[in-house]
Nanobody, 121 residues
Framework: QVQLVESGGGLVQPGGSLRLYCAVSGSISSILSINDMGWYRQVPGNEREFVASMTRGGRVVYADSVKGRFTISRDAVNNVYLQMNSLNPEDTAVYYC?????????????WGSGTLVTVSS
């Protein structure tokens, strides 16, 4: 089994930046079996939407709404980061870390519990 724990959310003014962090733990074999890791976000009342993902091989995909503003990265032990710049109120959501075979197509085996990002003046 794999556990994902997000951190780094908070309140930021429009135009500001935040860096989210997803810590991965669990059995080594399960962690090594993960191909793709990334982020989704959800506003209450809306469907959870894809934000960004990065495969073990380094292939990166971004949602159109965050391209050029968000950057995903992944370290050697599969912890995942999301650098968010030029934030606007539409980015306000709970951000969830996800891990599995192919995040963008919802082939997801593990979810974190989420971290709240609020963009407001």
């Amino acid at each position: 089994q794999v556990q994902l724990v997000e951190s780094g959310g908070g309140l930021v003014q429009p135009g500001g930046s935040l860096r989210l962090y997803c810590a991965v733990s669990g059995s080594i074999s399960s962690i090594l079996s993960i191909n793709d890791m990334g982020w989704y976000r959800q506003v209450p009342g809306n469907e959870r939407e894809f934000v960004a993902s990065m495969t073990r091989g380094g292939r990166v995909v971004y949602a159109d709404s965050v391209k050029g503003r968000f950057t995903i990265s992944r370290d050697a032990v599969n912890n995942v980061y999301l650098q968010m710049n030029s934030l606007n109120p539409e980015d306000t959501a709970v951000y969830y870390c996800a891990a599995g075979f192919l995040i963008r197509t919802r082939q997801i085996d593990y979810w974190g519990s989420g971290t709240l990002v609020t963009v407001s003046s």
